[in-house]
């Protein structure tokens, strides 16, 4: 039997299994992707964080981010969203990258805006929204993304904190997960 970590957010509970990610690290697997009621619930929570504060997009990182950054965009009326990918696409108009290293990810691996979402950042204003912030790496690497294209970060929201993120000041989160 799979041990568990029960997460308690709001009137929701999931029980979260966990997984060894390596000899010194466990964490509660938390997975958004497929879960409508978690991403609906934590997109309407979020969108209160971010109510007083003026920006011009939202930016996630592939992939579980997807989900409640569409739904984030649609309740805090902005049109259009913007999703950094994992690689360079062959759609891309000259793309900028940024190396990352995420706590669930062994392997090198890279954070991408197209040049045409960069020209659309640039001199923007930006909210970049994560499911969970454990490392920071992610949101760091999307940072620098946004800084480069000329445009200025302005709030970072998860669903979660792991770990010491949850002592991090320059993030909005609705829950705390420990690292085990």
């Known amino acids: 039997m799979t041990k568990t970590y029960q997460l308690k957010l709001g009137p929701l509970t999931r029980n979260l299994p966990l997984i060894k990610i390596s000899p010194d690290v466990t964490i509660a697997s938390f997975v958004l992707l497929g879960d409508a ?24 990182m592939e992939s579980k981010g997807i989900p409640l950054t569409q739904a984030l965009s649609w309740l805090t009326n902005h049109d259009r969203y913007i999703v950094l990918r994992k690689s360079v696409k062959d759609y891309m108009q000259h793309p900028i ?13 890279e954070l991408v805006l197209d040049g045409a979402d960069a020209e659309l950042i640039k001199g923007k204003r930006i909210v970049i929204v994560d499911d969970v912030i454990s490392t920071g ?20 929201l998860a669903i979660l904190a792991e770990g010491d993120a949850a002592e991090r000041d320059d993030i909005h989160y609705l829950g705390k997960l420990p690292l085990f």
């Open 37 to 60: 009621e978690m991403t609906h619930y934590a997109a309407k929570k979020l969108s209160k964080l971010v109510a007083n504060v003026p920006f011009d997009y939202l930016i996630t």
């Open 97 to 109: 990258s940024e190396p990352v290293n995420a706590i669930t990810t062994s392997a090198d691996q």
């Open 137 to 156: 790496g992610s949101v760091f690497a999307a940072k620098a993304l946004v800084e480069r294209a000329g445009g200025t970060v302005v709030s970072q």
